[in-house]
């Protein structure tokens, strides 16, 4: 979400790939509802030339303690304990011709990520690489020049190569999620790191803020604020924090962007009826969406913005519906339950995730575009809601109160690997999921 002075100054990746080709990534199958987690070793980073350097050494401690947390995060690896390692940590600098692969394999590692960091003034200068084992074969090679305060931004940069080397996919290291919090005393939006780290205020209103929707190139945050006592739409720029704003009379509310473009959809209500509109990042109406007795909610654009998912009551209770947004047509796409809402769809536009209630209770469900056999994602423990989809598709944020206040979670996108993303003051809801925000 800041710029940052980084430079590659050496780029010795995908080498000696083994088993591996550009159009077919065969170590871990992302597609596969059971992911068998790949033992991956990642020692203590060396410190340099000054091994002595107490410094040098906690920030390399660091380094290698960040890269862990972001590849334990995507439920792809099996991170092994350090204890059970063989090799020296202070050893020479590991290259293909020093590793000692029999030590790591007779560990269980089937990957290993080496890495050596050192200070100098306020520059760091980093080397990393990424090996499998049981090849004995360098993957990934990478070495960066940046300013001391990045050594998070490069283990970032640093753990999307490994994942595309493993996977043909990016992952989701360079992405945020916003939220809403009552952690100031109001229901305001923040926006945490794709992990959970780094949270940070982004609307100060001092009034009910909600329905947080990332822009698809991730420069505007679009919500619905109560900031001068009306449900109005805000459109906030969020490198200069210019602003828009809709305020018609009657409610503003549950905004989407349209995919590749600076216009987007929400629902407003001062013709009377509660109906979707399209207008642009800057507030101006282009058309009405939807028109139909009840209340249409909740727009969100397929991701080549040719369909658009909603909600509506015009069965008399809230159900998805999707609409093709060149003709019209639009068809129900949820039978199962009496109240459906909150749809997201998938990265391919393949299926959709959305928060059913049964028995008194919302719960995470996924349906495909035929509309039938909806999987449930949660079960059994609180109130599950506001899933969003991550852009890569391979994780679901949402919220839930299954320790009692709502907090933010995170799953795979087949309900596994359940767990909070962080604890703050307050009540956390609504998540939304950023697109990559490379650059930004």
């Known amino acids: 979400m800041r710029y940052f002075r980084l430079f590659i100054v050496f780029v010795a990746a995908l080498l000696t790939m083994t088993g591996i080709s550009f159009g077919g990534y065969d170590y871990i199958d992302i597609n596969s509802p059971s992911i068998r987690k790949m033992p991956i ?17 906690q920030l390399s401690k660091k380094g290698s303690d960040m890269l862990s947390g972001m590849l334990d995060f995507t439920g792809y690896f099996k991170i092994l304990d350090r204890d059970s390692f063989l090799e020296n940590p202070l050893k020479p600098e590991t290259t293909l011709q020093t590793v000692d692969f029999r030590n790591w394999t007779t560990v269980g590692a089937e990957l290993l990520v080496t890495g050596t960091i050192q200070a100098k003034g306020n520059d760091l200068e980093i080397e990393m690489r990424l090996f499998d084992t049981t090849k004995a074969s360098q993957l990934v090679g990478k070495k960066y020049r940046a300013d001391a305060n990045d050594l998070r931004q490069i283990m970032r940069l640093f753990a999307s190569e490994i994942v595309y080397c493993l996977t043909g996919n990016r992952g989701v290291f360079d992405t945020c999620i916003a939220f809403v919090s009552t952690g100031s005393g109001n229901k305001e939006i923040y926006i945490c790191d794709f992990d959970g780290t780094n949270v940070r205020q982004f609307t100060k209103n001092k009034a009910i803020t909600l329905f947080p929707a990332w822009s698809s190139d991730g420069k505007w945050l679009a919500y619905t604020s109560y900031l001068k006592g009306n449900p109005d739409l805000y459109i906030k720029n969020i490198a200069n924090n210019s602003i828009s704003s809709v305020a018609k009379k009657g409610i503003n509310i549950t905004p989407s962007w349209m995919p590749g473009q600076f216009a987007l959809a929400a629902t407003l209500s001062y013709s009377g009826d509660q109906d979707i509109y399209l207008m642009t ?21 397929s991701p080549n913005g040719k369909k658009m998912a909603f909600v509506s009551s015009r069965s008399g209770t809230p159900q998805i519906y999707i609409q093709d947004i060149d003709t019209g047509a639009v068809q129900r796409l949820t039978f199962n339950g009496r109240y459906n809402t909150q749809p997201c769809w998938s990265h391919k536009g393949d299926k959709i995730v959305y928060c059913g209630m049964d028995e008194g209770r919302h719960n995470i469900y996924i349906i495909g575009l035929d509309g039938k056999a909806p999987v449930q994602l949660t079960h059994n423990e609180g109130n599950n809601e506001s899933p969003s989809w991550s852009p890569d598709g391979s994780l679901i944020v949402f919220s ?12 795979t996108s087949y309900g596994t690997d359940q767990r909070r993303l962080f604890a703050i003051s307050g009540e956390q809801t609504n998540p939304k999921w950023s697109p990559r925000l490379v650059n930004k």
């Open 281 to 301: 990042g800057d507030g101006k109406i282009i058309k009405k969406l939807t028109n139909s007795t009840g209340s249409d909610v909740s727009p969100a654009f």
């Open 400 to 411: 839930s109160t299954r320790e009692g206040p709502s907090r933010i979670y995170v799953m």
């Open 41 to 57: 070793a990642v020692p203590l980073f060396k410190s340099g030339s000054v091994a002595t350097n107490s410094d040098n050494i």
